[in-house]
């Protein structure tokens, strides 16, 4: 298995400019999670998606990101428009859930993101 | 509030020098307890999985127990490759699929 996939690993953007980041979750899997990371705030959910439906957006920073899954092999987490304060790591993870008991998520590589 | 609370912050031991590291928990009804470790670069790779008190698990030098309030990830004679970010993580208070993760021990493994 390839693993949960994500693009671009790299992603130098100006302030005010639109950036779109991908991910392929594993094969199979139910449950899709985005994430953000930073030395101050060390790992944080922004949204997760179960069966390709958000169910909490709640960690959404702003409204200037949006996050969609329009099938079960593909989502993307938007920044419309990008500020310096973005600049972090964003993580996509994924995990299957069958009943009851939390599974663990398989993160990506993530996208490391720099807004200048 | 904080759910999950890790120590120390960082961990510097010698080749061959067991220790552990703690991830202590303020979950009522846990349902399970993850560990994870972090390259620099790289996203968490996951380790263990904790469900009930008493449980151990074991991955080469990793071994990992659980209570009722804490779980300890312990290193036996770890090795540089060993040096790495531990992240343990809990499922957030009603819900099923969210993990809150604590921030972290940064172990290095002197050679």
């Known amino acids: 298995d390839a693993g949960v996939i994500q693009s671009p690993r790299h992603e130098v953007t100006e302030m005010g400019q639109e950036v779109t980041l991908r991910c392929k979750p594993i094969s199979g899997h139910n449950s899709l999670f985005w994430y953000r990371q930073t030395m101050m705030r060390g790992l944080e959910l922004l949204i997760y998606f179960n069966n390709n439906v958000p169910i909490d957006d709640s960690g959404m920073p702003e409204d200037r990101f949006s996050a969609k899954m329009p099938n079960a092999s593909f989502s993307t987490l938007k920044i419309q428009p990008s500020e310096p304060r973005d600049s972090a790591v964003y993580f996509c993870?994924?995990?299957?859930?069958?009943?009851?008991?939390?599974?663990?998520?398989?993160f990506g590589p993530g996208t490391r993101l720099t807004v200048t | 509030e904080d759910q999950v609370t890790q120590s120390p912050e960082a961990l510097r031991l010698q080749e061959g020098e067991s220790s552990s590291l703690n991830c202590s928990y303020t979950?009522?009804?846990?349902?399970?307890l993850f560990w994870y470790r972090q390259d620099p670069g790289k996203g968490p790779e996951f380790l263990f999985t904790?469900?009930?008190a008493g449980e151990e698990k074991e991955k080469e030098r990793l071994k990992a127990t659980l209570t009722k309030k804490e779980s300890f990830l312990h290193i036996t004679a770890p090795k540089p490759e060993d040096s790495a970010t531990y992240l343990c993580a809990v499922p957030v208070m009603g819900s099923a699929r969210q993990l809150t993760f604590g921030s972290g021990t940064q172990l290095t493994v002197l050679p």
């Open positions: 993870a994924s995990s299957l859930r069958v009943s009851g008991l939390t599974y663990e998520q398989y």
């Open positions: 904790l469900y009930s």
């Open positions: 979950v009522s009804g846990l349902r399970g």
